[in-house]
Each structure stands twice: as structure tokens, then as C-alpha cells.
């Protein structure tokens, strides 16, 4: 069991890690090359776009990886075939909306770079989401390699295309955003091909009532809690600009993508846990997965906030060509982001496992009031400090209420009282 989790484990963080490091260089070259302000437009245009993202994620891929390799398990490449024409339809209405905001910026003249950003997200918006989509399919299929290999096909493409970007002077927020739908484009495709996802046919129309019917049943609760943990995120960024202007966000932001590797990993690791975890429903084998994946998290989060606060100063002076570097030293405070989000990730897969998004919603609601009011009156105070500190604060939070909320559940069971129960029912 340990060594078949290990090995998709690694094609997991495979995955994640080159996706990642594509958009990690993508951002950090972003930062050495474009001025403070439009890499500021770039990054709040970005947290517009994960706020609908997130119901993308809620509504379509989450559910997808509950219900893929459990209910929908013998039609599954119908049942793609169906999220998938969910996806672009989906796509072209966030589309429409960035659009609106895009126009509204302009004809405001409040910012021209963030009109200029949010035009050319817009135009890539389908095509990002359908390649998470399709990324995410690949754990449902149990085929983490499949998803590693786009994810080298999607380094090679953004690589050669920012450099060519620049090489022509053609760099900017708008030009950024297009290579990353081409990109997302290209990739989502090839594993569309690859899991041989199925075209529904009209025979299917009963298939597609019934995915929309369970998808809304457990969407309706990882909707909020998803798009809750999205503004809660996002926040830093939209909200900072308004005390330090757009150089705020782009400050957090350059500090920020130093920990979004052991983020990524942790997310990779997560997307291959739940699928295990549901499958592991009613055995001895989820709590052991469950303490495999908190070691793996924890140990490596831990060591990576060390190598952070040790380096933090020749870092971020290479990464950034100098810029940045009198906000070096606040990597040490970044650097504990990932121990609370290893924490959370666990126990919320364990507790999204057992068809439970309600008891994660709560959790998250606690984050959001953290946010929106410690957090709120410490960024005011400290600005990019006081983001930070807001951050990692919210994290602790849902971390703390997600374990509470799973010892509740033991002591339960063990009572005899009612709780939660595999298979998302109150025991009675």
C-alpha cells in the first residue's frame, strides 16, 4: 500500500512540481522584467481570476474526484466528456464578466495596465480552466504520470515563450496571459486525447441529469467553502493596493512565490490522497494513509522554512536581480505558510473523503472571519507585513478547526454518538 501510494505520490508532485515551476518562473521573470506597477496589474488580475477559479474547482473538479473513481466509476469517459462541456461553458461566462471589469477600468481610466490584463485573461480563462480540468483527471484515472508529462510539455512551451516575449520586447501582463492559455490549451488537449475522454451522445442525456444532480448535491457546499477560501487568499492582493498601491501586492506576491513550491507539492500530494482516501472508505488503510500524508507534509514544509529563513537574503537577491531584497528577512514568517496549509490539506481531504464538504465549509467560514477582521485591521496597520501575518493566521485557524473537527468525529464514534459517517451520512 505505502509503496504504491509512494510511487503515485511521486508522479503527483511530478506533476505539480513542473506546472509549478513553469509559473514560478513565469511570475519571478515577470518581477525582474516588468515595471513594479504592471506586475502589480498582473497579480491582481490573477486573484480576480481565482476567485472564479475556485467555483471551477468547487463544482466541477472536486466533485469529480470524489465521485469519478466511486460512482460514476464504469462510465467514466461519458462522465468526462459531460464536465468537460461543463468546463467551457463555465469558461466563456467568466470570460464575459473579466471582460465587463476590463471595459469598466478603462472607461474609468482608474488603471489602464489592469484593464490591459484583465482583456488578455479574459481571452485565456477557458482554456486555463480547461487544462485543470483535465490535470485533475488524470488522478481520477489514477494516471498522475499522464498529468507529469503535460506538465513537461507545459515548462518547454512557457520557457521558450516568454523568453521569445522578451526577446521582442512583446513582454507585458496581456502578453503574459496569452502564452498561458496557448499553453493550458495545448496541454488540456493532448491528456483529453490521452484519457480518451467521450463525446456524450443524446443516450447520455440521463448520465448528464444524474452528474449535475450529484455534482450540485456536493457543489453546494464546496462552492462557498472553496470560493471563501479563494477571496480569503485573494484579499491580499485586492485589498492592499488600496494602503501601498499596486507595489504592495507586487512585494507580497514576489515573497510569496518562494514558498509556492512546497505549496504546489502539498496540493499534488492532496489531489492523489483524496482519490485514495475515498477508496479507502470503512478500512484500517484511511487512517494510515491519513498519518502517511501529515508525516510526508510536515517534514518537508519544516525543512523547507528552515532552507528559506537560512538563504533568504541571497534568494531573493538572485531570484529578483536585487529588487525586493530589503523585504528578505520576511521569509522567515512566510516560510511557517506551509506547516498550518500540510495540517489543513490532510484533514480536509479526510473529511471531503467521506462526502463531508459541509464540515469543511465551517472551517473555512472561520478562516474568512479571521481574515476579514484581524487580518483586514493588520494589513491596514503593517501593510505587506501585516498581509503576512493575516495570512498565516487564517491558515492556523482552519487548520486548528479541521482537526477539532475530525477528533469530534472520533470521539463520536467511539461514543456511539452520531457523526460523521462514510459515505456523507449522520449516523443515527
Known amino acids: 500500500m505505502i509503496t504504491r501510494w509512494l510511487r503515485g505520490g511521486f508522479w503527483a508532485v511530478m506533476d505539480q512540481g513542473l506546472f509549478a515551476a513553469s509559473n ?3 511570475t519571478v521573470l515577470l518581477a525582474r522584467w516588468l515595471t513594479i506597477e504592471d506586475y502589480g496589474a498582473f497579480t491582481v488580475a490573477y486573484a480576480v481570476f481565482w476567485f472564479f477559479g475556485s467555483f471551477h474547482t468547487a463544482l466541477l473538479s472536486e466533485p469529480m474526484t470524489v465521485y469519478g473513481p466511486g460512482k460514476f466509476r464504469d462510465r467514466l469517459s461519458v462522465y468526462m466528456g459531460i464536465l468537460l462541456y461543463g468546463s467551457f461553458g463555465y469558461g466563456i461566462l467568466s470570460s464575459l464578466i473579466l471582460l465587463m471589469l476590463s471595459l469598466y477600468f478603462k472607461l474609468s481610466g482608474d488603471s489602464k495596465v489592469l484593464s490591459s490584463a484583465l482583456l488578455g485573461l479574459a481571452l485565456a480563462a477557458p482554456f486555463i480552466l480547461f487544462q485543470w480540468l483535465m490535470r485533475r483527471a488524470c488522478y481520477v484515472f489514477l494516471k498522475p504520470q499522464l498529468a507529469a508529462l503535460a506538465g513537461a510539455m507545459y515548462m518547454a512551451m512557457t520557457l521558450v515563450g516568454i523568453y521569445v516575449l522578451n526577446l521582442v520586447d512583446g513582454l507585458s501582463p496581456t502578453a503574459a496571459f496569452g502564452l498561458m492559455g496557448f499553453t493550458s490549451l495545448a496541454t488540456g488537449s493532448w491528456l483529453a486525447m490521452r484519457l480518451r475522454v467521450g463525446r456524450p451522445s443524446l443516450k447520455a442525456e440521463k448520465l448528464s441529469r444524474e452528474a449535475i444532480s450529484t455534482h450540485w448535491e456536493y457543489g453546494r457546499w464546496s462552492a462557498p467553502t472553496t470560493a471563501l ?13 488600496i494602503w501601498g498601491g499596486l507595489a504592495a501586492s507586487a512585494v507580497f506576491r514576489a515573497l510569496m512565490n518562494l514558498v509556492l513550491p512546497v505549496l504546489h507539492a502539498i496540493t499534488a500530494l492532496s489531489m492523489f490522497l483524496l482519490p485514495n482516501l475515498v477508496q479507502a ?21 519544516g525543512l523547507y522554512w528552515i532552507m528559506l529563513g537560512v538563504f533568504h537574503y541571497p534568494l531573493v537577491s538572485w531570484l529578483y536581480g536585487g529588487r525586493y531584497i530589503e523585504h528578505a528577512n520576511l521569509l522567515w514568517l512566510v516560510g511557517l505558510i506551509p506547516l ?6 490532510v484533514f480536509g481531504e479526510a473529511i471531503r473523503a467521506l462526502e463531508r464538504p459541509d464540515r469543511v465549509f ?9 481574515v476579514l477582521t484581524v487580518g483586514l485591521g493588520l494589513m491596514v496597520v503593517w501593510e505587506t507585513v501585516g498581509a503576512i501575518l493575516a495570512y498565516l493566521a487564517a491558515q492556523a485557524t482552519m487548520a486548528a478547526a479541521l482537526v477539532w473537527l475530525w ?6 464514534e467511539s461514543t456511539g454518538s452520531p457523526g460523521i459517517e462514510e459515505g456523507g451520512r449522520d449516523r443515527s
Not at 465551517?362 to 479571521?370: G, K, N, R, S
Not at 477528533?407 to 463520536?412: A, N, V, W
Open 229 to 241: 477560501g479563494t477571496v480569503s487568499e485573494s484579499s491580499y492582493y485586492l485589498l492592499l493596493p
Open 407 to 412: 477528533i469530534s468525529r472520533d470521539k463520536q
Open 24 to 26: 514560478f518562473t513565469l
Open 340 to 345: 498550518a496549509r500540510a495540517v489543513l490539506s
Open 362 to 370: 465551517l472551517a473555512q467560514v472561520l478562516c474568512a472571519a479571521v
Open 281 to 301: 472508505r470503512g478500512s484500517n488503510e484511511f487512517k494510515r494513509l491519513m498519518r502517511l500524508g501529515l508525516l510526508l507534509f510536515l517534514l518537508g514544509s
